[in-house]
């Protein structure tokens, strides 16, 4: 994916306080806000992990159970505050974590006798299961489909905001007539045939989806950094998301 049309890296969003680093403070000091940061990383995170349980040949009900119980396990036994060095992207510590979660006979075994009992996460069986099938290749190991599932659970996440955003200030119809510039790929939609459709000038278009592009540019971005350690990682986070689309288109 290159960087510019319709595309993910530039932009200028600062580095704060993130949820992956309040997190990682709690494993040193019981920080309040630690508990509410790992439920949204878990949230965005879910779509990946049933899909990499799935390519690892569990049933759809079974991948549900272990979905749910390897967030209530990774929540109940803190894993995050081992005391391992924990600099790094979520991306990773969480994929490596699943891993452990079911190569370990007893866990992976009780979580499927349990069923049910877990719902940590709001997990749909029909929308896990075409999040699953719209990731899945069959030459994609389980490794890849986690990373091509988390790569484009980042990005839809990003355009549902700007969505909402331009919702909330009257342009919703401007949104949905100019969103497929935003998905990037070698073939871009005409501005020739958005001039005619809009009646408006091309250059007026082109305006318009240059700034959405900008503003989803930097709404990606923030996404992303709020998932690492610490701000040198944003932009090696992002070229590793546009690889990933990449490779897949």
């Keep these: 994916m290159?960087?510019?049309?319709?595309?993910?890296?530039?932009?200028?969003?600062?580095?704060?306080?993130?949820?992956?680093?309040?997190?990682?403070?709690?494993a040193l000091t019981d920080l309040p806000e630690a508990t509410d940061a790992l439920a949204r990383l878990c949230e965005m995170y879910w779509p990946p992990i049933y899909s990499f349980?799935?390519?690892?040949?569990?049933?759809?009900?079974?991948?549900?159970?272990?979905?749910?119980?390897?967030?209530?396990?990774?929540?109940?036994?803190?894993?995050?505050?081992?005391?391992d060095p924990l600099h790094g992207k979520f991306r990773s510590f969480l994929l490596a974590s699943v891993k452990n979660f079911l190569s370990d006979n007893w866990d992976r075994d009780q979580a499927i006798k349990?069923?049910?009992?877990?719902?940590?996460v709001s997990l749909?069986?029909?929308t896990?299961?075409?999040?699953?099938?719209?990731?899945?290749?069959?030459?994609?190991?389980?490794?890849?489909?986690?990373?091509?599932?988390?790569?484009?659970?980042v990005t839809a996440g990003a355009l549902n905001s700007l969505r909402k955003e331009l919702q909330a200030e009257g342009k919703?119809?401007?949104?949905?007539?100019?969103?497929?510039?935003?998905?990037?790929?070698s073939v871009l939609p005409s501005y020739d045939d958005a001039s005619a459709r809009?009646?408006?000038?091309?250059?007026?278009?082109?305006?318009?989806?240059?700034?959405?592009?900008?503003?989803?540019?930097?709404?990606v971005r923030r996404d992303i950094a709020r998932t690492v350690s610490a701000p040198h990682e944003i932009d090696g986070?992002?070229?590793?998301?546009?690889n990933v689309l990449a490779q897949a288109a």
């Design 2 to 26: 290159k960087g510019t049309p319709g595309t993910l890296q530039g932009g200028g969003a600062s580095f704060a306080t993130t949820h992956w680093s309040v997190v990682e403070q709690s």
């Design 53 to 83: 349980v799935r390519r690892r040949g569990y049933a759809p009900a079974d991948a549900q159970d272990l979905t749910q119980s390897f967030f209530a396990f990774f929540l109940r036994t803190k894993a995050y505050a081992r005391p």
């Design 114 to 120: 349990r069923g049910g009992d877990y719902q940590f």
């Design 124 to 126: 749909d069986p029909e």
């Design 128 to 153: 896990a299961e075409a999040f699953y099938d719209a990731a899945s290749a069959p030459d994609s190991t389980a490794e890849r489909l986690f990373e091509l599932r988390w790569a484009k659970t």
């Design 172 to 185: 919703l119809k401007l949104f949905e007539q100019l969103k497929a510039f935003l998905a990037g790929g």
């Design 198 to 219: 809009m009646s408006l000038p091309r250059a007026t278009v082109k305006t318009h989806v240059h700034r959405l592009r900008q503003r989803y540019r930097e709404i």
């Design 237 to 242: 986070e992002l070229r590793y998301l546009c």
